[in-house]
């Protein structure tokens, strides 16, 4: 099972990495190259403790859809998503945050299991575990973005 795990420093308080990274609306912008959207359950502001949220987005020249859940949440300094239906066979998306003298460190551990087997096994070192990589790193620089400059406020303050 490959697990993808990045640091990203960024230079704003805590509290505010926390609400930006579990923001369904700034997730959309950082991935509106994918076309993706929010369906179903929580599909705008916050996402919360035992909410869901089902994304619909364009990947690897397929529209895939993905359901997933909230299932650990402890504010301000980590949250966990895990798929509910959807591509993978599983996938855990661990958020941890930790608040510096300068800053916050995000610390993301993403966990995924492809259905296919050996084959899948192939995918994941060929191709996909990068093309997930580059996902997380383009969403947190989107969050960066926000969080560094008055962004952030046109996202929190609703």
């Known amino acids: 099972m490959p697990i993808?795990?990045?640091t990203t420093f960024i230079a704003a308080p805590v509290e505010r990495v926390f609400d930006l990274s579990r923001s369904i609306d700034l997730h959309k912008k950082s991935m509106s190259h994918?076309?993706?959207?929010?369906?179903?359950g929580t599909t705008m502001g916050l996402?919360?403790?035992?909410?869901?949220v089902t994304w619909k987005a364009k990947h690897l020249f397929k529209t895939r859809i993905m359901k997933?859940?909230?299932s650990d949440m402890k504010?301000?300094?980590s949250f966990t998503d895990e798929m509910v239906e959807?591509?993978?066979?599983?996938?855990?998306?661990?958020?941890?945050?930790k608040q510096i003298e300068n800053g916050t460190l995000a610390i993301d551990l993403f966990s995924f299991e492809t259905p296919w087997g050996v084959l899948g096994k192939m995918v994941n070192i060929l191709y996909l575990r990068n093309y997930m990589e580059q996902l997380l790193n383009q969403r947190n620089q989107t969050i960066r973005e926000y969080a560094e400059s008055?962004?952030?406020?046109?996202?929190?303050q609703k």
């Open 4 to 6: 993808i795990h990045l």
């Open 34 to 40: 994918t076309g993706e959207q929010a369906v179903a």
């Open 47 to 52: 996402i919360g403790q035992d909410e869901t």
């Open 68 to 70: 997933v859940r909230i």
């Open 75 to 77: 504010k301000p300094y």
């Open 86 to 97: 959807g591509s993978f066979k599983s996938m855990k998306h661990e958020h941890h945050f």
């Open 150 to 156: 008055d962004k952030w406020k046109f996202i929190l």
